[in-house]
């Protein structure tokens, strides 16, 4: 009988080490995707939705870009999963956006990567982050995938199904904000609620994506928490991409579904912004969002679109 640990077999085309770096000096954890090759090559850092962990949708895009031959870390951002940071759970653009210059250059001082040569792929909220994280100079090339596209315009309509309004889950925020400042007291909100809509994400159809997540995984506890701190609406909600999506001048492709978040207009909206001369927009027909996380039927095709633009940008 032949024994394996997933992804080490050559016959996957990669294999997956456990990796730490620290981030602010805070450990992070995450995993790097090694495609087998002997050349140094090109690198790809990644990050995932609002509330993520390494296992969801950055693992789907990892494997996939890993087989056409590129290094990718995927980690957990600090405050979540494996990685340390406290409060726990909190989501700040600021500091995921500090962790990613943080996770490329560990990456560059890989000897298999070509530090000249690395790209930057955002999926979801990722893809806000994403788009301000490029001003980091050693990110060559940016990908986006189903973006969660962080402005004004949008959030209104994002929160415009009843629930708190946006300015109410800022207001609520910064009162939490100040009760931690005061106090050290952390409160929590859950991401998903079948039918409550004041939790941060409240859709049905995005409860039905995360709600398996909330139990075991493959035989171990899930590493994603239904919960983020509270305080975190007063920075999340109020970040601008528009702000960061202006001085993007590097090669940035945007993959997105038609019924993603924001529809067409968002991912119109940001393409638009844009300043940089290569750049690309591809509308997927009558996709949902979260179908970019896992559905391997949309995921296969977003995946070779990201491997193509890396490969005309970073080889």
Known sequence: MITSKPGLSGSHGYRVER???ESE???VVGQIFLPDVTASVPGVV?????????????TQYATRLAR?????LIFDPRHSGESG???RRLESPAAKIQDVRAAVRWLANRPEVDPARIGALGICQGASEMIASAAEPAIRAVALVSGQYLYRENLNGFFGGGGPTLDQRIARGRAALAKFKESGAVEYTPVV???DKSVGLPWPPIHDWYQPWTTAKWG???RWENRYATMSDAEVWSFDVDLHARHLEKPTLIVHGEQSDGLVAAARHVHDLIPARLKRLVIVDGVFHTRFYDDPIVVDPAAAEVAAWFDAHLR
């Open 85 to 87: 940071g406290e409060p």
């Open 19 to 21: 990796i730490t770096f």
């Open 46 to 58: 990644a990050l995932g939705p609002f509330g993520f962990v390494k296992e969801q949708a950055p």
């Open 68 to 72: 056409e031959g590129y290094v990718v």
């Open 220 to 222: 171990e506890p899930s």
């Open 25 to 27: 000096g805070v450990p």
């Open 193 to 195: 609620s079948i039918s």
